[in-house]
């Protein structure tokens, strides 16, 4: 068995907007999905991208992939890559494919000079709370994420 990463192309978007989907059917949020396919490849491959992707692969065929972007730490004064999504499918769960697009973004945080790898997991995903713990990661229990969408975010954008 051969684990390979590499980078997305535009040709692997509908792979990306299929493992999209497979993820919130797998957490249980496919009626969160709302992505225009056209819209999530610009914004993904046009003139400004806003994530990368890395797809993972299993002796040639597509398992997996990890989407990803850079955020900030002024505490560190430095980069870091917070990680939106990271899927394998089922049959390929345990193939050790999960590890190596991890490490894969730890290596890309050293090339990049960035101070972190961080991501959010749902509270009841055991089995992958499991898996990132057993890699190193800790739960950042002091904190809670807060977010602002739909008509709450533009009644905000109004009062600017």
Same mark, same amino acid.
């Given at each position: ?12 978007? %509908? ?31 046009? =003139?400004?991208?806003?994530? $990368? ?22 505490? $560190? ?12 499918? =089922? $049959? ?34 055991? %089995? ?13 229990? $002091? ?18």
């Amino acid at each position: 068995m051969t684990l390979a990463i590499r980078p997305a192309a535009p040709a692997d978007l %509908p792979l990306i907007a299929q493992f999209i989907r497979d993820l919130a059917d797998y957490e249980k949020l496919a009626h969160e999905v709302r992505f225009d396919e056209a819209k999530l490849g610009e914004k993904l491959f046009g =003139p400004r991208p806003y994530a $990368e992707v890395v797809i993972g692969e299993i002796d040639g065929t597509p398992q997996g992939f990890a989407l990803f972007f850079h955020n900030f730490s002024t505490f $560190e004064g430095r980069p870091g890559i917070y990680l939106e999504d990271l899927f394998v499918r =089922p $049959e390929a769960r345990g193939s050790g494919l999960g590890k190596a697009l991890l490490a894969h973004l730890a290596k890309l945080c050293t090339e990049r000079d960035c101070a972190r790898l961080e991501w959010s997991v749902l509270d009841w995903n055991d %089995p992958a709370i499991g898996f990132y713990k057993g890699l190193g990661a800790k739960l950042m229990d $002091e904190w809670t994420v807060m977010r602002v969408d739909g008509d709450a975010l533009a009644r905000l954008a109004g009062a600017a």
